[in-house]
T-cell receptor, first 110, second 117 residues
């Protein structure tokens, strides 16, 4: 079945550091891939998405590229801010359901 | 963008009582809604999928009689936790897929935190 694996957290970085959160997936067919962000006490918000191989999703300085050959969708940001502190979920959509990774908690220190 | 609203955002109840949580799509018609449960510091666990006008499809291990889901219209789904107990305390999140969505994108509610005393 479909599954998503994220790097384990928590991840703690200093402001302006480079961020990478790894995400790999297992899926049949050609799923769409997503990154969602959850700020403290809130629901999930779509951060970015990619619907086919080699697509790059980007938003708010975050980027992720759909790599079919490595079945990956790593999240990157060149310079993080304190306001980026949140839990990040990688997800794939295959059929009707959305399958989530376990989430990575990110803390950015000033 | 599309907005999904949950109500209440937090609720405290006594053990043995039932609690209803509403999920509304405010500016689009949602043919499918999903209910998730999130434990502290963990990922979202899909509980059930509901399609408008039909019975919900529950994931393995989720008690149908415990978590009643109704999707009476294209803009409203409800989750009722019956005879709640402290172990039902959790963060419940709904999401909705628009009728016109072609790539699987879901829109999430802000979540409802249930505390059972």
């Amino acid at each position: 079945g479909n599954s998503v694996t994220q790097m384990e957290g928590p991840v703690t970085l200093s402001e302006e550091a480079f961020l990478t959160i790894n995400c790999t997936y297992t899926a049949t067919g050609y799923p769409s891939l997503f990154w969602y962000v959850q700020y403290p006490g809130e629901g999930l918000q779509l951060l970015l998405k990619a619907t086919k191989a080699d697509d790059k999703g980007s938003n708010k300085g975050f980027e992720a590229t759909y790599r079919k050959e490595t079945t990956s969708f790593h999240l990157e940001k060149g310079s993080v801010q304190v306001s980026d502190s949140a839990v990040y979920f990688c997800a794939l959509s295959g059929g009707q359901k959305l399958v989530f990774g376990q989430g990575t908690r990110l803390t950015i220190n000033p | 963008g599309a907005v999904v609203s949950q109500h209440p955002s937090w609720v405290i109840c006594k053990s043995g009582t039932s609690v209803k949580i509403e999920c509304r799509s405010l500016d689009f018609q949602a043919t499918t809604m999903f209910w998730y449960r999130q434990f502290p510091k963990q990922s979202l666990m899909l509980m059930a999928t509901s399609n408008e006008g039909s019975k919900a499809t529950y994931e393995q291990g989720v008690e149908k009689d415990k978590f009643l889901i109704n999707h009476a219209s294209l803009t409203l789904s409800t989750l009722t936790v019956t005879s709640a107990h402290p172990e039902d305390s959790s963060f419940y999140i709904c999401s909705a897929r628009a009728r016109t969505s072609g790539n699987g994108e879901l829109f999430f509610g802000e979540g409802s935190r249930l505390t059972v005393l």
